[in-house]
């Protein structure tokens, strides 16, 4: 137990930021992101394969989230407008309402190809390995979502 | 500051306390413990209300910029068989229908030697120890093209009548991952292939094979030969050396598939399209640039197929390049033998294969604009030919915005300056502007594209939604006819018989744009000055259908009045098929079957016909354990 432990530890230390910053894009919200990085965790320690490269395990561990968040997303639908719309707000990006505002007014689509890009600065191929979708799928949403976050943020995007 | 910038240090604030952290490994622990001790079945949890079956892992990433060391030049690996090749070939090889090659197809230039190829990629190697992920990528627009005369699911007639794949251009088939001769469905879902036998009252599975390694992407099915083509990849070297596999099996007899042969190509699975019995297999490969120095990874760059080396006069070459887009073709009669091949020294990018050519397109930018560069390829008899290229300002919004008819390519684009811009724009066989029209519907974006003859129907939409008619009937002298002003939007429309367009969307409040539920809409197009709209209904407890992102997930049966989709529900977690009537009479739409998916991991759904029976095929998520309960084809009753 003594090793699982550890590896749980690892885990939460190297990538429970980058996995918990991810869940709380898709979902918009704290405690579902909370949820989703201990679910990714327990994955983890249970069905792990074994990994070719720390770049290969980070990935797998995205990829996982992705997929949990997709499910609650579905899930959650019992949800009404107004109940979301509070957690909109989030505490955290208050100072970043702009941007915080027009990301989170991106369909879940678009957010995480977003965030895969700008956050973890991956290129679409390696996005669309990780969602497993198609290369061109991503570019299309990368650039309809750069195009929507660039008309609310005019005077701060830069094409670099 | 840019945008990632500021992207970043938002994201900075959002993080994990420590207590939070450690909550979360208590939690996680006690819960692996837990299973441990009573051998629960893997993957339930607490914490979510039903079970959840995780995908699979999977492999392999890029790792992120290593740094190049340059030792000095190798020497090339020797070249068999091309060596070097004139830059203008004229050739007639074995069966006389190649045509001459051109060298130059407007940006795109062919290599007259493999020495050209590699200093490409060294090129690009340089690049990449310099920081490669902050060069701006070239996006593309999603999925596949193409132009519809009056396409449905409609399939094929006669005793065992059955529905087929919803594609882009008639008589340019498409894969899919499900596929019916009317007595067996065909069905891939990760790495297995499905066979049931839906003759009787219930769907039964006769057949479950693995056959890829991870995940089969599409499947094929050619029914007068009486085979399967099965699409599926490999990778290698931590996802570097993918390649893609198409193997053919004889299925006359559906309960025992007989594998006939496996076509080999590399890069990882883009697309494909079969036409008058000719596969052509679409894939794209990164090359292993940043360790350029090493012999096999030199190697690596000239593609083999089944084997055999592709002739360095098939590629097109940039002068610097890290990723080829590979093209190649063969007969279903033949499907080990590859026909001919094309390497593209660039990015991805989309398809559209028209009935007379193939238009592979891509976005670029500048500074200043986004222009889409479309370059046409004649396919004939599995020959690809390079006829010319041309640009036009904008990106392609949608699949069916780009369509060829009668050799005129017209396309219909959408740029954005201070506020969008929608444009058409009408090409000759040569790729040379006849016309178009500048600068419509601005502030608004396209969101749906139709081609019905030389009638052009496109949706645009901000906050209310246009749909525009243009009569391209003289190429030269594109007409703005009609334009009709309704709420919402659609985002597919079909051709639904004479004089009728089906629309599928959304309706949405006028002023604050807020989703009011999935809209079917009838058009009546008689008269392309009017186009009218004869019926109307809003689903209010959906809020969006797969046909939004998913030309295939449209089932429309023409003939019969059909027409069916997949919506997603406000009111539950679950998803919608939904098969509706449209009524002529009475100008109403009638739903005739309707199903609640009430596994919500979902991911596609296919409405099916055989005869006058109706079946759901899906594919999910994750199978192992959910996949027992749920089958994978079920009838669709009322």
Known sequence: MDEIRENAQRILEEYGDMLFRYAYVYLKEREGAEDIVQEVLVRYLKKAPVFESLEHEKAWLLRVTSNLCKNQIAYNRLRTGEELREELIARECEDYSVVWDAVSDLPDKYRRVIHLYYQEGYSSREIAEILGQRESTVRSLLRRGRQKLKAVLKEVYDFA | ?638
């Open chain 2, 1 to 638: 500051m840019t945008l990632r910038r500021r992207y970043r240090e938002m994201m900075d604030q959002v993080t994990l306390s420590e207590e939070e952290k450690q909550r979360i490994l208590e939690q996680a622990l006690s819960s692996v413990k837990e299973e441990k001790e009573e051998k629960k079945p893997v993957g339930k949890t607490a914490y979510f209300k039903k079970g959840l079956a995780v995908a699979a892992a999977f492999a392999v990433l890029v790792t992120g910029g290593v740094t190049v060391k340059m030792t000095g030049l190798l020497t090339e690996p020797a070249d068999e068989g091309a060596g070097e090749k004139s830059r203008t070939e004229a050739q007639s090889v074995d069966t006389g229908q190649r045509e001459a090659r051109k060298a130059v197809v407007g940006d795109y230039v062919r290599a007259a030697s493999y020495d050209e190829i590699y200093a490409a990629v060294r090129k690009e190697s340089l690049w990449k120890s310099l920081d490669y992920f902050s060069r701006e990528k070239t996006v593309d627009k999603a999925t596949t093209e193409g132009t519809v005369k009056n396409t449905d699911t409609t399939g094929v007639a006669g005793a065992n009548s059955h529905s087929d794949t919803n594609v882009v251009t008639e008589g340019v088939y498409e894969g899919d991952f499900v596929k019916t001769d009317g007595s067996y469905t065909y069905q891939c879902m990760e790495d297995c292939l499905y066979i049931y036998d839906i003759r009787g009252s219930k769907p039964k599975e006769i057949v479950k094979k693995k056959i890829a390694p991870r995940e089969i992407h599409t499947l094929y099915l050619d029914e007068e030969r009486g085979q399967l083509l099965v699409v599926w990849g490999k990778e290698k070297n931590g996802g570097r050396d993918g390649v893609t596999y198409v193997t053919s099996y004889d299925v006359t007899d559906p309960g025992n598939p007989k594998e006939t042969g496996v076509y080999q190509q590399p890069g990882y699975y883009e697309d494909a399209r079969i036409k008058d019995g000719i596969f052509y297999l679409f894939t794209n490969r990164y090359l292993a640039v940043e360790a350029f120095w090493k012999k096999e990874k030199r190697q690596q760059v000239i593609p083999e197929i089944n084997g055999k080396r592709i002739a360095c006069d098939r590629f097109y070459v940039r002068p610097e390049a890290g990723t080829e887009y590979v093209v190649s073709s063969f007969a279903l009669d033949h499907p080990e033998d590859s026909i001919d091949q094309m390497v593209i020294m660039n990015h991805g990018v989309s398809v559209y294969m028209g009935e007379n050519a193939l238009y592979l397109y891509e976005e670029e930018y500048d500074k200043e604009s986004e222009k889409t560069k479309i370059t046409k390829f004649t396919y004939r008899d599995g020959y690809l030919n390079g006829v010319g290229m041309a640009k036009v300002t904008g990106a392609i919004l949608d699949t069916f915005a780009i369509n060829e008819q009668d050799g005129y390519l017209r396309v219909l684009s959408t740029s954005w300056e201070e506020e969008s811009r929608n444009r058409l724009t009408v090409f000759d066989e040569k790729m040379e502007q006849t016309g178009g029209i500048e600068g419509f519907a601005k502030g608004e974006e396209i969101y749906a594209a139709r081609c019905l003859g030389n009638l052009i129907y496109c949706v645009t939409y901000h906050n209310t939604d246009p749909l525009f008619v243009i009569d391209v009937s003289d190429p030269e002298n594109p007409v703005m006819k009609g334009e009709l002003k309704v709420t919402g939007f659609a985002d597919y429309l079909h051709p639904f018989g004479e004089n009728r367009l089906l629309g599928i969307g959304l309706e949405t409040d006028p002023t604050t744009g807020e989703n009011r539920g999935v809209k079917l809409t009838m058009y009546d197009v008689a008269d392309p000055l009017k186009p009218e709209v004869i019926g109307v209904k809003v689903l209010k407890d959906l809020y969006a259908s797969d046909a939004q992102y998913d030309y295939k997930s449209v089932f429309a049966d023409v003939k019969r009045g059909l027409f069916g989709f997949t919506g997603s529900s406000n009111r539950t977690e679950e998803k919608q098929v939904l098969l509706f009537r449209w009524e002529e009479d009475r100008h109403t739409f009638v739903c005739k079957k309707q199903k609640l998916l009430t596994y919500y991991g979902y991911e596609n759904t296919r409405i099916l016909r055989q005869g006058e029976r109706f079946f759901i095929a899906h594919r999910y998520y994750d199978s192992v354990g959910m996949r027992r309960e749920i089958p994978l084809v079920e009838p669709f009753e009322s």
